[in-house]
């Protein structure tokens, strides 16, 4: 860890910052002759870094007092700064409870690391979001590598979630939730309902040409009548490399409507996906997934997409006849389908060249776009 690395926690209030800090103590947190510090590592590998100084840091606390309301976008480009304006954030910020209090730092392992510590404490219902203007070891779905250049915003929440919600009976739709609130975080902003960030099954961000902008990677786990989902969100803002970015996708935009739509800048971005996710959320909980399930589908890539079907062992998927419950047959090797929605899971529905309807899990099952390819692992 490089030396004169501080945390920075960021609150919109006294008695966020109190919250916040009373779950970082219960987090791991501890007091030092040097201040407060804040441990780096997840749980899961506490004896191994007891004595791991590099691993701590110190949190810098403040109260954000907001000024005058400014343009949103009046900002140097996020690869250009090192810093998050925490200022800019909360007058782009319009929730109750989600990015009340920021945990932010320069050059970190990963976001995922302090929301894993946050997990199944009040974390969420202060609402803290963990950022890193550059991770060392950020990761992707199946265990990829994200890669964190500067201009990409990265960050991570806890979501506490009662089983007995409408939500916790349908936990995979986490994911598709928290990758809407990323698309309409932009496109539900006046003026870049155009901008072409679309949904790609499971969990990644895309534009109509098939090219990356960002992913979203959700981890669940139960205890008693409650789940607890650690989100991680990586989304391209500045940096035109690896793949694109969504600044890039503006300029296009402007080149195509003749608009002089500003740059999005990193803040703007949390704090209106943040927001979009908070009206997502609610309207889930009174509404279930048929209200959120017209709005996804606006959005994705594959409705009635024709596909080849790859099937080897463990193949995560549910099979039924369209006309009713039969006995379920087994896969063949090598198939093709339709991609037809989503079903009341969350799972994707693909009807097969059978005339069966199969629930595809996201666990364990891949889509390649480009191969338009399903990988799926056979039940045996």
């Not at 030092?32 to 870094?49: D, I, Q, Y």
């Not at 979501?159 to 539900?188: D, E, M, W, Y």
């Not at 996710?277 to 209200?291: D, I, V, W, Y």
């Amino acid at each position: 860890m490089e030396s004169g690395q501080i945390i920075r926690l960021h609150a919109r209030s006294k008695i966020a910052l109190s919250l916040a800090k009373e779950a970082l103590v219960s987090a791991g947190g501890v007091s030092s002759s040097t201040g407060f510090l804040f441990p780096l590592h997840p749980r899961s590998v506490e004896r191994e870094h007891q004595k791991a100084k590099e691993l701590w840091l110190p949190v810098e606390e403040t109260v954000v007092e907001l000024a005058a309301p400014r343009h949103p976008h009046a900002d140097h480009s996020p690869q250009e700064k090192s810093s998050f304006n925490a200022s800019l954030y909360f007058q782009s910020l319009e929730s109750d409870f989600l990015g009340q209090a920021v945990l932010f730092a320069q050059r970190i392992p990963s976001t995922v690391h302090i929301v894993d510590r946050l997990a199944g404490l009040s974390a969420d219902s202060i609402g803290i979001v963990a950022v890193a203007a550059q991770q060392t070891s950020g990761k992707g779905r199946t265990g990829n590598v994200w890669e964190s250049p500067l201009g990409c915003a990265m960050f991570s929440f806890p979501l506490t979630i009662p089983l007995s919600s409408k939500l916790g009976q349908g936990l995979t739709f986490v994911q598709h939730l928290v990758a809407t609130a990323c698309v309409l975080g932009v496109r539900n902003t006046p003026g870049f309902e155009d901008v072409d960030l679309r949904i790609k099954w499971p969990n990644d961000i895309l534009t109509s040409d098939k090219i990356k902008v960002g992913g979203v990677l959700v981890t669940s786990s139960i205890f008693r009548d409650k789940a607890t989902c650690n989100v991680g969100i990586g989304v391209n803002i500045s940096n035109s490399e690896p793949t694109t970015c969504l600044n890039d996708l503006i300029c296009a935009t402007n080149e195509s409507r003749k608009t002089k739509l500003e740059p999005f800048t990193i803040e703007r971005f949390i704090a209106r996906t943040l927001t979009e996710l908070e009206r997502l959320l609610k309207s889930f909980a009174t509404l279930g997934a048929q209200a959120f399930l017209p709005t996804y589908l606006k959005y994705w890539l594959h409705m009635n997409q024709e596909v080849n079907i790859q099937l080897s062992e463990d193949a995560v998927t549910d099979s039924h006849a369209t006309t009713g419950p039969t006995e379920q047959t087994e896969p063949t090797e090598q198939t093709t389908g339709q991609i037809v929605g989503l079903d009341e899971h969350g799972f994707l529905q693909v009807k097969v060249a059978n005339g069966e309807q199969w629930s595809v899990q996201s666990d364990g099952n891949r889509f390649d776009m480009m191969a338009n390819l399903l990988r799926l692992r056979k039940i045996s």
